[in-house]
């Protein structure tokens, strides 16, 4: 590939090596390979289903040792409202009276335009709509009987109005207090009190777009000042932003560098599984992970904090397993019956099926082997019964090294034109709500360097457009997918009520978020 002066200087500022570009353009020619699964995870065969007397055990062991914890809560918020307005944007582009127009008001689907204008008095941002400059003197109710909706999706949606559909999902007001307070930021704040510390400091941190970050500082500042007295707490809100270097290159329909107008190469942002750079720069002892867009208000948020503390119990008690037999291998101290409780462990608790090389190592080696499996980073993963959401799910899966383990994978990853493979999907019963209990730090307290567990061969390829011409782009594994593919896993089954996320804006319209 021959590159400019004007390329590598670009390069240079953005910190990205042209042998990574080359590596990425070269993965855009061959393709990310499927992953090969045995079978799905379900209850008993990789899904663990906790008796309610293992909840309260696994609860009281958490509220117990949190207290020596450093506890994070982490959640991904660079997420932009504008998918939620989809059919709204297209409303708002259509000719009021013309027959595009009348079809997308009588779109009955679940994100349909008709179902958003006759419930618009249950949304919590109701009440801003009308404050609005634009809607001031005018009847909302009176502009729906008369479909001229323009003037209530400029309201909405432009930045001369609530600019809904340009801020960030965190931003939104998703649910009715009396203080006016219910965004997603305001939850994840509500939720660290509740969950993600043993004491009085709560540490969160958001992940969020660098245009949206004085936003978000603004909001949490608010935020910070009323719960501190509220809860008498101290939160300690840190946020980052996708770093520019986990950016990947987009090419056009050959594979040849994607160039704007001015002949500059045009650089993606590489999906969530950048950031795991974010991660990985936290100093924690236990992290929870929850999408920004996966809360609830406060009358159901016992539910969460059950389920979350109970993961956080089934992680620190299988963190200790762990740092035991590894204390023990370190220390020459395995006998013959300790030796074959750590195989039983890795096998029956951790869900691996050792490669075929295993069996022909050395003791010597084999010990080194085991050492190797368990002195990674842990991840406790709730899985929610699949009733027909969308979303990755568990599998046993094949990994480089020959060894299966557990493992969450979206379609994408999965070669559904083998009636094998389609089998396994179809067999499938639950799939992942993105609820993690994470531990990163090696038995000696050392912070793991979460980078080299990624699985590189677990991206995915999607095309986009750019000025109306058709490009590739090039998404780095996800964060829960390919970037943990090489962490030791738990699967441990949640409710359906845990699991609400906010994808449409007619979801705020289910009772949960009512």
Not at 107 to 116: E, Y
Request: aromatic content about 10%; overall charge negative.
């Amino acid at each position: 590939m021959n590159w400019t002066t004007q390329d590598i200087e670009q390069l240079k500022e953005k910190n990205i090596s042209i042998e990574q570009v080359e590596e990425q353009i070269n993965t855009f020619n061959k393709g990310f390979p499927h992953l090969e699964i045995t079978k799905a995870a379900t209850i008993g065969n990789g899904i663990i289903r906790l008796s309610e007397d293992e909840i309260v055990q696994n609860i009281r062991k958490y509220n117990y040792e949190s207290r020596k914890l450093k506890i994070i809560k982490f959640v991904p918020a660079s997420g932009a409202a504008s998918r939620m307005f989809k059919v709204l944007f297209e409303l708002m582009k259509s000719k009021p009276g013309s027959k595009e127009f009348e079809q997308l008001m009588n779109d009955k689907s679940f994100a349909g335009a008709a179902n958003f204008f006759s419930n618009i008095q249950k949304f919590a941002f109701y009440d801003d709509l009308r404050k609005t400059e634009i809607l001031k003197d005018k009847s909302i109710e009176q502009l729906i009987a008369d479909y001229r909706v323009h003037d209530i999706l400029q309201a909405l949606l432009d930045e001369t109005g609530l600019n809904y559909g340009n801020k960030p999902k965190g931003l939104l007001k998703f649910h009715k207090y009396d203080n006016g307070m219910g965004t997603p930021c305001r939850e994840h704040l509500v939720e660290g009190t509740l969950y993600a510390s043993g004491t009085s400091e709560i540490y969160i941190h958001f992940t969020v777009s660098p245009e949206h970050m004085n936003d978000f500082k603004e909001h949490v500042q608010v935020l910070k000042k009323h719960f501190e007295a509220h809860f008498a707490v101290n939160y300690f809100v840190s946020f980052s932003v996708q770093k520019p270097e986990t950016d990947t290159i987009a090419v056009d329909l050959n594979n040849q560098p994607f160039r704007d107008e001015n002949g500059n190469l045009l650089f993606r942002p590489g999906g969530h599984g950048a950031l795991i750079e974010n991660m990985n720069e936290l100093n924690a002892d236990l992290i929870f992970v929850k999408n920004i867009d996966n809360v609830v208000p406060d009358r159901l948020k016992e539910e969460t904090t059950k389920y979350k503390k109970a993961l956080a119990g089934v992680l620190i008690s299988y963190k200790e397993k762990i740092v035991n037999y590894l204390q023990k291998i370190e220390n020459q101290e395995v006998n013959n019956d300790l030796f074959n409780e750590i195989e039983q462990f890795l096998k029956k608790e951790l869900c691996i099926i050792f490669g075929d090389a295993y069996k022909f190592l050395s003791l010597e080696d084999k010990l080194a082997y085991l050492f190797n499996k368990l002195n990674r980073p842990l991840r406790v993963c709730g899985m929610v019964k699949n009733e027909g959401e969308p979303g990755g799910g568990p599998f046993w899966a094949k990994n480089n090294d020959g060894s299966i383990s557990l493992q969450i994978l979206e379609s994408s990853q999965i070669d559904l034109n083998n009636p094998e493979k389609k089998k396994i999907v179809q067999e499938a019963t639950h799939f992942n709500p993105v609820d993690l209990v994470c531990c990163v730090k090696d038995y000696k307290g050392n912070k793991f360097d979460l980078t080299k567990y990624v699985d590189k061969n677990t991206g995915f390829i999607s095309e986009k457009s750019k000025d109306g011409k058709a490009l590739k782009a090039l998404e780095l594994p996800g964060l829960w997918n390919g970037a943990m593919a090489d962490w030791n896993t738990v699967f441990v089954e949640v409710p359906i009520a845990t699991f609400n996320p906010v994808k449409v804006v007619n979801d705020l319209l289910r009772p949960e978020h009512q």
